[in-house]
C-alpha cells in the first residue's frame, strides 16, 4: 500500500491553479524529498495530504484512504509557521497539545524533550529561539504518533547543530516506528544525504517522482561538442559554451563517439529540470 498516491490531484484558490495534474505515489516507510522552487505547490501539496484543504479536483489517498479536507489520523503536519500559542509555557504547549489529540504519546514528547536540556518547560513559547520553537513543533508532531509526518520547510531556520538535531530526531522515528517522512524543502542541500524518495515540483505540476536511485539510474549526463546532442533519449536540459556542450539525457542509449557519458550527480539532476522547467512555455 502506498502511504501517499494521488490521481488528478489539482487545486486553485479561485485563481490560478497552485497544482495542477499531480500524479504522486509515494511507498511507506520511506524518507521523501519534497523539492521545488518558491511558489511550485510544495505547501499546499503538505496541506491537501494533512486534510487541512480540500482538493478542487481529483483525488488524494493516504494509507489507502481518501482525503477530502478533513484531518488524517495517520498524519502529521509541521507547518512553515510553526503553529504555536506564543503566550503559553512549553508545557502548556504540551498540555494542550495532548488535550486536542485522540492519539498521543507522552513518553515520546518527554523523550524529545529530554534531549533537549536548554529547553525550558517554564518559558514562554514566544521567548524561545527559532531553533527551539522548531524542535518544540517537532516533539508535539512526533506524539501524534503519524505513520506519515509531513514536514514543511522544518529547516530553514536552524543553524547547523539545530538541523542536526532536528534530522536525528525524524530519522530515528524512521528506524523505530517505520514513519514515513515528507520533508518539503527550496533548497535541496538540505535533504540531500537524508532522503531516498525524491518528488520534485515546479509550477504546480509533478516533474519527477522516483526513487533517488533509480532516478539516477535512468539518467545520463553528457559531455561533447557544441552542437546537436545526439542522445536516444530525451533531452532534458543543455547548456554550454562555443566548444563543448552538456546534456541532460533521460533513458539515453550507447553515448556517439566524441561525447563523454556519465551518472548525474543528485543536486545536477534537480537543478537541470528546474531550469528546464523555468524555460517551458
Known sequence: MSALSTS???????????????EVRI????????VGSNGAGKSTLLSLTA???????????VFGAEVRGRIH????????????????????MVRAAAKMNERWSAERVEQVLD???????????????????????????????????????????LDVLARDDVLKLVMSDV?????????????????????????????????????VEQLLDQHRELLGPAGEVPAAGAVIHTSGTARQQRA????????????????PALDALVADYLRAGRNEP
Open 8 to 22: 488528478g490531484l489539482g487545486k486553485h484558490f479561485g485563481g490560478p491553479w497552485v497544482i495542477r495534474n499531480c
Open 175 to 211: 528506524a523505530e516506528r517505520g514513519t514515513t517522512v515528507l520533508m518539503a524543502s527550496h533548497v535541496f542541500s538540505d535533504l540531500r544525504d537524508v532522503c531516498d524518495h525524491l518528488v520534485l515540483m515546479h509550477a504546480g505540476r509533478v516533474l519527477l517522482d522516483g526513487d
Open 73 to 92: 489520523p495517520d498524519a502529521a503536519l509541521l507547518a512553515q509557521h510553526r503553529p504555536l500559542y506564543s503566550d503559553f509555557t512549553v508545557g502548556e
Open 115 to 157: 534531549a533537549h536540556p536548554g529547553l525550558d518547560r517554564d518559558a514562554r513559547v514566544g521567548s524561545l529561539s527559532r531553533g527551539m520553537r522548531t524542535l518544540l513543533a517537532l516533539a508535539l508532531a512526533l506524539g501524534r504518533q503519524p505513520k506519515l509526518l509531513l514536514l514543511d520547510e522544518v529547516l530553514s531556520d
Open 27 to 34: 511507498p511507506e516507510g520511506k524518507v521523501v524529498g519534497l
Open 51 to 61: 486534510g487541512l484543504t480540500a482538493p478542487s479536483v481529483g483525488t488524494l489517498r
Open 248 to 263: 541532460l539525457v533521460r533513458a539515453p542509449g550507447p553515448a556517439a563517439e566524441g561525447w563523454a557519458a556519465q551518472r
